[in-house]
């Protein structure tokens, strides 16, 4: 017969040889992959860690503050602005970014003040300062006994409550919220502050 029925040597050679080129190709390019996600995972727990944003107050005072009795209703008027300056650290190496949101003062678990903070961004490895007002809403208080006898007694107890709400852009989008309170001790016959302690919490 003129005609071969069976394939030449060389031919399968060929085939061979391509099968097994192919096949290399598949294995580097997954030893590849592997190695990718290996150093991408170890920069997640190591460099690119997401470490927690730190809000704290450093310093609060006292603006305005004037008192008034009527004593016949048993009602004091009260009047005054607490001022605080905060410090937010970003201690990532990419930025956070926060959503708009409000500084309280509160009285005995009551909102008798606020102040809007909005949205910005912290960069990578910076603290941004904040200067807030918070002045009393005394319409809130009127209907409120006990800030009689409180101020009657010679003290008064605010409360400053600061939340920020953001994310931190690593290797996928992560949740944190940051927040402050301070607990504010007033005198109030000699129109000062005697103590502030204040406590601070950070959630991933």
């Not at 603290?127 to 809403?137: A, R, W």
């Given at each position: 017969m003129?005609?071969?029925?069976?394939?030449?040597?060389?031919?399968?050679?060929?085939?061979?040889?391509?099968?097994?080129?192919?096949?290399?190709?598949?294995?580097?390019?997954?030893?590849?992959?592997?190695?990718?996600?290996?150093?991408?995972?170890?920069?997640?727990?190591?460099?690119?860690?997401?470490?927690?944003p730190v809000t704290t107050v450093d310093a609060v005072s006292l603006d305005d503050l004037d008192v008034s009795f009527d004593i016949a209703r048993l009602q004091v008027h009260l009047n005054v602005t607490v001022k605080a300056d905060l410090s937010v650290q970003n201690p990532n190496r990419v930025s956070f970014k926060y959503d708009t949101t409000s500084a309280l003062l509160q009285y005995k678990g009551q909102v008798i003040g606020d102040?809007?903070?909005?949205?910005?961004?912290i960069g990578s490895r910076?603290?941004?300062?904040?200067?807030?007002?918070?002045?009393?809403?005394?319409?809130?208080?009127?209907?409120d006994s006990s800030l009689?006898?409180?101020?009657?007694?010679?003290?008064?107890?605010?409360?400053?409550?600061?939340?920020?709400?953001?994310?931190?852009?690593?290797?996928?989008?992560?949740?944190?919220?940051?927040?402050s309170t301070c607990d504010l001790f007033i005198d109030v016959l000699n129109r000062r502050l005697l103590n502030q302690t204040c406590h601070y919490k950070t959630k991933l």
């Open positions: 003129d005609v071969e029925d069976h394939k030449s040597p060389t031919s399968m050679s060929n085939r061979s040889s391509n099968k097994k080129r192919a096949r290399n190709c598949c294995f580097i390019c997954l030893a590849l992959l592997l190695l990718l996600g290996l150093l991408l995972l170890i920069l997640g727990l190591t460099v690119f860690k997401t470490k927690k102040a809007p903070l909005l949205a910005s961004k910076q603290t941004h300062p904040m200067n807030i007002s918070l002045t009393v809403m005394a319409d809130r208080l009127l209907s009689y006898s409180d101020v009657m007694a010679g003290a008064l107890h605010l409360t400053t409550y600061v939340k920020l709400s953001g994310v931190v852009h690593l290797l996928f989008k992560i949740r944190v919220k940051t927040s």
